[in-house]
T-cell receptor, first 116, second 112 residues
Framework: GAVVSQHPSRVICKSGTSVKIECRSL??????MFWYRQFPKKSLMLMAT?????????EQGVEKDKFLINHASLTLSTLTVTSAHPEDSSFYIC????????????FGPGTRLTVL | GENVEQHPSTLSVQEGDSAVIKCTYS??????FPWYKQELGKGPQLIID?????GEKKDQRIAVTLNKTAKHFSLHITETQPEDSAVYFC???????????FGSGTQLTVLP
C-alpha cells in the first residue's frame, strides 16, 4: 500500500509554545489530506480537511486559529498547534488520499504531543 | 450525516478461532467501506476494503462482507494469531460528505 510519513513521532513542549507536525505522502500525490485527533481508547476525531493550494475546512468545534493547517504541495501538509496547552496533549494522525475522491485513504504513524 | 456503529467493543478469542466484527451505517449513499487495524501507539493501517458494487472480498485470512440492503458490513478473520491483537476500525465513505466516518473501534485480543 501507499506510504504516509509523519514527523516528529513524538514531541514534548512547554505550555505556550507552538509545535509543527509534518505529514508527507511518499509514493503518491495527495490532493486531500486529513488531520485527526485521537484520545486514549477512542476513535479517530476528524479535525480538518485540507486540499492542496486552498484553505482547510475545519470540523465544528475545532479552532482554526489554534490548529493551523497548510497544504502547500501534493505531498506535504503541516499542522501547527499554536500556543499549546496541556489540554492539547493528544495523538495526532494525518491521512492522505490520492487524486480522486474515491481513492483509498492512508494514514501516517501518528504524532504523540505532550504539553507540559 | 453518516453514522457508523460498530460491535462488539471488545472481543477475545482463542488462537486459531475466527473473529467477526460488525458495523452498520446510516447513509444509503455510502459506497466505500475500508477496515483499519491500529496497534498501540501507531497509526491505522488499511487491511481490506470493499466497494458497494461487490458483496464479498477476501484476502488470505481476512474477508469482508457487505449487505447494502441492510446497510451493514462485517470483518471476518479466520485462524486468528496473537499478532492479530489490535484495535480494528470500520469506516464508511459518503460521496456527499466526501470523507470517512469511523466506527468506535473493536479491541481484539487473541489468546495464545
Amino acid at each position: 500500500g501507499a506510504v504516509v510519513s509523519q514527523h516528529p513521532s513524538r514531541v514534548i513542549c512547554k505550555s505556550g509554545t507552538s509545535v509543527k507536525i509534518e505529514c508527507r505522502s511518499l509514493d503518491f500525490q495527495a490532493t486531500t489530506m486529513f488531520w485527526y485527533r485521537q484520545f486514549p481508547k477512542k476513535s479517530l476525531m476528524l479535525m480538518a480537511t485540507s486540499n492542496e493550494g486552498s484553505k482547510a475546512t475545519y470540523e465544528q468545534g475545532v479552532e482554526k486559529d489554534k490548529f493551523l493547517i497548510n497544504h502547500a504541495s501534493l505531498t506535504l501538509s503541516t499542522l501547527t498547534v499554536t500556543s499549546a496547552h496541556p489540554e492539547d496533549s493528544s495523538f495526532y494522525i494525518c491521512s492522505a488520499r490520492g487524486l480522486a475522491v474515491t481513492d483509498t485513504q492512508y494514514f501516517g504513524p501518528g504524532t504523540r504531543l505532550t504539553v507540559l | 450525516g453518516e453514522n457508523v456503529e460498530q460491535h462488539p467493543s471488545t472481543l477475545s478469542v482463542q488462537e486459531g478461532d475466527s473473529a467477526v466484527i460488525k458495523c452498520t451505517y446510516s447513509d444509503s449513499a455510502s459506497n466505500y467501506f475500508p477496515w483499519y487495524k491500529q496497534e498501540l501507539g501507531k497509526g491505522p493501517q488499511l487491511i481490506i476494503d470493499i466497494r458497494s458494487n461487490v458483496g464479498e472480498k477476501k484476502d488470505q485470512r481476512i474477508a469482508v462482507t457487505l449487505n447494502k440492503t441492510a446497510k451493514h458490513f462485517s470483518l471476518h478473520i479466520t485462524e486468528t494469531q496473537p499478532e492479530d491483537s489490535a484495535v480494528y476500525f470500520c469506516a464508511a465513505f459518503s460521496g456527499s460528505a466526501r470523507q470517512l466516518t469511523f466506527g468506535s473501534g473493536t479491541q481484539l485480543t487473541v489468546l495464545p
